[in-house]
């Protein structure tokens, strides 16, 4: 596609289910990042891929998430047992592979998961 | 670790006047620099960043930041604002060896006023 797209674009939860975030990235960026966005607040990382391999999940805040991706295409982030405080826009970014792979490359973002847990 | 300081997180300023908002960062190693602009409702969308070479960066939009190493600053300025920059704008920075951890600021929130 011609961006990062995500879904759903808005998600109402009660506390204590699971909910599923989905990131579409552009085609041929193997990175890809998941960050979080709380009110007020700035980006918050949360996890890396490169390819399918995950080598930084330093940022996930429990074990509550998770994280996923196919190949290099789609990424699914799952919340179980979701709480308040995990209100936030989820946002997700995809790039070429930057770092040791060469070059410093363009994070492109998509619009945002906002989810409100009730 | 790599930190970011926004100092301001809201600036109002009148139309086509000059603002400059401001960052300040703290990191034990050598860092690349970014500013983000996020326009409302859209996702976040890269402005300039810093690499290497000459310390004062022109980004789209006709905002332009300096890099600043001894006071660890990288100011955003545009000579003239218009209605359209209304925006929440992101500093951020990355560790050149690991450049693929973004750290980002919380934000200034800029207004312009007519």
């Known amino acids: 596609g011609a961006g990062v797209s995500q879904s759903p674009s808005n998600k109402v939860t009660e506390k204590g289910k699971d909910v599923e975030l989905r990131c579409d990235p552009i085609?041929?960026?193997?990175?890809l990042y998941w960050y979080r966005q709380r009110l007020g607040q700035g980006l918050e990382f949360l996890i890396y891929?490169?390819?399918?391999?995950?080598?930084?999940k330093s940022g996930l805040p429990s074990d509550r998430f998770s994280a996923e991706r196919t190949g290099e295409s789609v990424s699914t982030l799952t919340i179980q047992r979701t709480q308040q405080e995990d209100s936030a826009v989820y946002l997700c970014?995809?790039?070429?592979?930057?770092?040791?792979?060469?070059?410093?490359?363009?994070?492109?973002f998509g619009p945002g998961t906002r989810l409100t847990v009730l | 670790a790599q930190s970011v300081t926004q100092l301001d997180s809201q600036v109002p300023v009148f139309e086509e006047a000059p603002v400059e908002l401001r960052c300040n960062y703290s990191?034990?190693?050598?860092?690349?620099l970014f500013w983000y602009v996020q326009y409302p409702n859209q996702g976040l969308q890269l402005l300039l960043k810093?690499?290497?070479?000459?310390?004062l960066v022109k980004g789209i939009n006709g905002f332009e930041a300096e890099f600043n190493k001894s006071q660890t600053s990288f100011h955003l300025r545009k000579p003239s604002v218009h209605i359209s920059d209304t925006a929440e704008y992101f500093c951020?920075?990355?560790?050149?060896?690991?450049?693929?951890?973004?750290?980002f600021g919380k934000g200034t929130r800029l207004h312009i006023l007519p």
């Open positions: 970014a995809s790039s070429l592979p930057g770092g040791v792979f060469g070059g410093v490359y363009e994070q492109f």
């Open positions: 085609s041929g960026h193997t990175a």
């Open positions: 891929f490169q390819g399918n391999s995950a080598p930084d």
């Open positions: 990191s034990s190693v050598s860092v690349y």
């Open positions: 810093y690499l290497s070479g000459s310390t």
């Open positions: 951020a920075v990355s560790p050149l060896e690991r450049d693929d951890k973004i750290i």
